[in-house]
């Protein structure tokens, strides 16, 4: 009966960060730093009006794209806070960023089709390129610093080369693509029949004034789209809201697939993002750069090295000198030390390991002591 699914499903593998916190719930005791899952609840103002939505009974069908109050919304936000000019028309209400990415590289891609992600990449990516029947094509970058460098990529693009996938700041280093990393981009795309998809999800979570993303690149903008998302900077990971920004050009085309795929996100909670996009982040931003800064003392006082997180709530130390798969290590590390985090494979990167730093403070402060534990029991010394 296995023969009558569709091929492209036997390629699809589940998710590695999943399946090590299904490990740590199964284990008793154990502190998990695996989820990019905010320790804040949602905020109350936002809460408040998808009740009260609900309560006025907008509770029906709407337009396939969204409220267009809300996609006014969307556009003016991002005219205003990060320098990007999209109308209405040009913006689809997606169910998270999720939909979003399936959505672009479903419109994208024809079968063989090349994608390229550098690596370490959020593994999400590499499944929807194969459900898509593409190509994913994986470029490691831990020799550059995490970062994109021209002499390499140029290696990577090839005549069936369709898309790049652009995510700054990165999940799971925490860091952000530089000038450098953003021409070399520039290079390979100019005058191609190529998109560069712009996953900009943490975009408001940045803990420096040198950032840019791909997309203000506004020469390049017919080949851009760029996906965002409420999860991580309004603590709405289960509300499973986002959007979409691309040029009007192949709009009506990926809107048909978002149609055709989820009809529309629900009416109440589009009424909930608009008054999202009015909350101030800047105190769970505030939070997240003290945990980050507390994480990254303690890493540094185990020996630990690691590329500084700019952006996001993780970072991606290496475990390289203890001789062992990142894997291997994180097995062991919930077996000895009753600890979870997440193997740098899961992300194309052998030799490190992903530590979210959006728990709270006492959740890192046991998780921390216990991996200062187990890296001392592994060294046989004190750190």
Same mark, same amino acid.
């Given at each position: 009966?296995?023969?009558?699914?569709?091929?492209?499903?036997?390629?699809?593998?589940?998710?590695?960060?999943?399946?090590?916190?299904?490990?740590?719930?199964?284990?008793?005791?154990?502190?998990?730093?695996?989820?990019?899952?905010?320790?804040?609840?949602?905020?109350?103002?936002?809460?408040?009006?998808?009740?009260?939505?609900?309560?006025?009974?907008?509770?029906?069908?709407?337009?396939n794209n969204g409220d267009r109050q809300l996609l006014e919304k969307i556009s003016a936000f991002e005219k205003e806070h990060n320098g990007?000019?999209?109308?209405?028309?040009?913006?689809?209400?997606?169910?998270?960023?999720?939909?979003?990415?399936?959505?672009?590289?479903?419109?994208?891609?024809?079968?063989?089709?090349?994608?390229?992600?550098?690596?370490?990449?959020?593994?999400?990516?590499?499944?929807?390129?194969?459900?898509?029947?593409?190509?994913?094509?994986?470029?490691?970058?831990?020799?550059?610093?995490?970062?994109?460098?021209?002499?390499?990529?140029?290696?990577?693009?090839?005549?069936?080369?369709?898309?790049?996938?652009?995510?700054?700041?990165?999940?799971?280093?925490?860091?952000?693509?530089?000038?450098?990393?953003?021409?070399?981009?520039?290079?390979?795309?100019?005058?191609?029949?190529?998109?560069?998809?712009?996953?900009?999800?943490?975009?408001?979570?940045?803990?420096?004034?040198?950032?840019?993303?791909?997309?203000?690149?506004?020469?390049?903008?017919?080949?851009?789209?760029?996906?965002?998302?409420? %999860?991580?900077?309004?603590?709405?990971?289960?509300? &499973?809201?986002? *959007?979409?920004?691309?040029?009007?050009?192949? @709009? +009506?085309? $990926?809107?048909?697939?978002?149609?055709?795929?989820?009809?529309?996100?629900?009416?109440?909670?589009?009424?909930?993002?608009?008054?999202?996009?009015?909350?101030?982040?800047?105190?769970?931003?505030?939070?997240?750069?003290?945990?980050?800064?507390?994480?990254?003392?303690?890493?540094?006082?185990?020996?630990?090295?690691?590329?500084?997180p700019l952006g996001g709530f993780y970072v991606f130390p290496s475990i390289e000198k203890y001789g062992m798969t990142s894997d291997m290590?994180?097995?062991?590390?919930?077996?000895?030390?009753?600890?979870?985090?997440?193997?740098? %494979?899961?992300?194309?990167?052998?030799?490190?390991? &992903?530590?979210? *730093?959006?728990?709270?403070?006492?959740?890192? @402060? +046991?998780? $921390?002591?216990?991996?200062?534990?187990?890296?001392?029991?592994?060294?046989?010394?004190?750190?």
């Amino acid at each position: 009966m296995t023969d009558l699914l569709n091929h492209a499903v036997y390629g699809l593998r589940r998710s590695a960060i999943r399946e090590y916190s299904a490990l740590a719930a199964k284990t008793p005791g154990c502190v998990a730093l695996t989820l990019g899952e905010p320790d804040f609840d949602t905020p109350s103002s936002v809460i408040d009006t998808a009740c009260t939505s609900l309560h006025h009974g907008e509770t029906h069908y709407i337009a396939n794209n969204g409220d267009r109050q809300l996609l006014e919304k969307i556009s003016a936000f991002e005219k205003e806070h990060n320098g990007l000019f999209y109308s209405a028309d040009e913006i689809i209400v997606t169910a998270g960023a999720t939909e979003g990415l399936f959505v672009s590289l479903f419109g994208i891609l024809n079968p063989g089709d090349e994608v390229i992600i550098p690596t370490p990449a959020f593994g999400l990516y590499e499944q929807i390129v194969l459900m898509c029947r593409g190509v994913p094509v994986l470029m490691d970058t831990s020799q550059d610093g995490f970062q994109i460098r021209k002499q390499k990529l140029v290696q990577f693009v090839s005549d069936k080369t369709k898309a790049i996938i652009i995510n700054t700041p990165n999940n799971p280093t925490g860091c952000i693509y530089d000038e450098e990393s953003l021409a070399a981009v520039v290079d390979v795309i100019d005058g191609k029949n190529m998109f560069v998809i712009c996953d900009d999800v943490y975009r408001q979570l940045i803990y420096t004034d040198d950032y840019h993303s791909f997309a203000e690149r506004s020469e390049y903008r017919d080949q851009i789209i760029v996906v965002q998302s409420y %999860s991580k900077p309004y603590a709405m990971t289960g509300w &499973r809201m986002g *959007y979409l920004m691309m040029p009007q050009s192949i @709009k +009506e085309r $990926l809107e048909l697939i978002h149609q055709y795929v989820v009809v529309s996100t629900p009416a109440p909670f589009q009424k909930a993002c608009m008054e999202a996009l009015g909350c101030d982040v800047s105190a769970m931003r505030n939070t997240y750069e003290k945990r980050r800064a507390y994480v990254m003392d303690r890493l540094e006082k185990m020996g630990l090295s690691f590329t500084v997180p700019l952006g996001g709530f993780y970072v991606f130390p290496s475990i390289e000198k203890y001789g062992m798969t990142s894997d291997m290590f994180c097995r062991r590390l919930i077996e000895e030390a009753k600890l979870a985090l997440t193997p740098g %494979s899961c992300f194309g990167c052998e030799g490190h390991v &992903r530590l979210t *730093y959006c728990y709270d403070d006492g959740a890192l @402060k +046991e998780g $921390l002591d216990r991996l200062e534990g187990f890296l001392r029991k592994l060294e046989g010394t004190s750190l």
